[in-house]
């Protein structure tokens, strides 16, 4: 699944590249809340529309989600939560633990009024590869 992109990710993405929104951009509702919400374009060459040959060329005001991964929030029983993919590979350290919560307090407050979307919006694919509540939320 693309990237899913905040307000404040299409706003600098547009000022920083110069382009329009819909040149990177596509709009899908969220199924749970009924938002129209954004996703970052994809190409059938690289997969992300910012790839190329293997780099990302907006990678230093990259989208939250990509900032995040694998760390992503979703709504389980109610509530929100902080849950890393993949995480039955390996085991976090507790440096690890504490380098993720600083991503996360760092990042958070960009996903803004968008809390509900960003953790109820279908991500196809991502469920294959499992996931496990790391943190309580701190959004």
Known sequence: MPPF???YDVKTISERTGLSPDK???EVVNPATGNVVKFLKTNFAEGCHFLSAGRCRIHEFRPVDCR???LDLKKIDGRFQWVIYGYHHCDLSERD???LMGQIKSLA???????EDYATVPTRGMEKMGFKVVFPSVV
């Open 97 to 99: 633990r504490r380098l």
């Open 68 to 70: 995040l991964f694998p």
């Open 109 to 115: 407050p960009a996903i803004g009024g968008q809390t």
């Open 24 to 26: 990177f951009s596509d």
């Open 5 to 7: 992109l905040t307000f």
